[in-house]
T-cell receptor
């Protein structure tokens, strides 16, 4: 069965650079979520989209933005990167009415140097 | 807002049974989910309870008591591969959407 696809899997950036993470949800899933997980920490919810509209917002820094496109894929844009942004970024997808059952992608490991 | 509490760490012996508890405080409660995450891996969905009672899926069972705002994940016949972090997550309805908040996770260590 198709799973959530994230790209790239690994990304190394320098401070103050920008990064774009991509997420391709499971086919027919209309909701996408983004999470940030620092070393030894639990996943922190950043933002979610349903049918291209933002449905919920968590602890997403103002330097970050995200959107969902007409084909339901989503991109997380991160600017003015800081060392503290180094983390594993997960994308998850679900059906709108089954958000309790989210399917996570493998994650993008971002390292800021 | 929502708040969830679960133990930070639990150690259990291979072949034994372990219970991971989760208490929550929230409005608009809809259900309780459980996820498993191995180190360096992605969280994977284990179970969901919307109604009171026990849901069984193989060696794993999940229980919910809505009146007590409490649930637990029960793992039987523990195997070494069960060593992972386990997250409870509450679902609530807010603003027309079903929203999920994850707990801080319980790190389960299975020892021989």
């Amino acid at each position: 069965a198709a799973g959530v696809i994230q790209s790239p899997r690994h990304l190394i950036k320098e401070k103050r650079e920008t990064a774009t993470l991509k997420c391709y949800p499971i086919p027919r899933h209309d909701t996408v979520y983004w999470y940030q997980q620092g070393p030894g920490q639990d996943p922190q919810f950043l933002i979610s989209f349903y049918e291209k509209m933002q449905s919920d917002k968590g602890s997403i820094p103002d330097r970050f933005s995200a959107q969902q496109f007409s084909d339901y894929h989503s991109e997380l844009n991160m600017s003015s990167l800081e060392l503290g942004d180094s983390a594993l970024y997960f994308c998850a997808s679900s059906d709108r009415d089954s958000s309790y059952e989210q399917y996570f992608g493998p994650g993008t490991r971002l390292t800021v140097t | 807002g929502q708040s969830l509490e679960q133990p930070s760490e639990v150690t259990a012996v291979e072949g034994a049974i372990v219970q991971i508890n989760c208490t929550y405080q929230t409005s608009g409660f809809y259900g309780l989910s459980w996820y498993q995450q191995h180190d360096g891996g992605a969280p994977t969905f284990l179970s969901y309870n919307a109604l009171d009672g026990l849901e069984e899926t193989g060696r794993f069972s999940s229980f919910l008591s809505r009146s007590d705002s409490y649930g637990y994940l029960l793992l039987q016949e523990l195997q070494m591969k069960d060593s992972a972090s386990y997250f409870c997550a509450v679902s609530v309805y807010s603003g027309g959407y079903q929203k999920v908040t994850f707990g801080t996770g319980t790190k389960l260590q299975v020892i021989p």
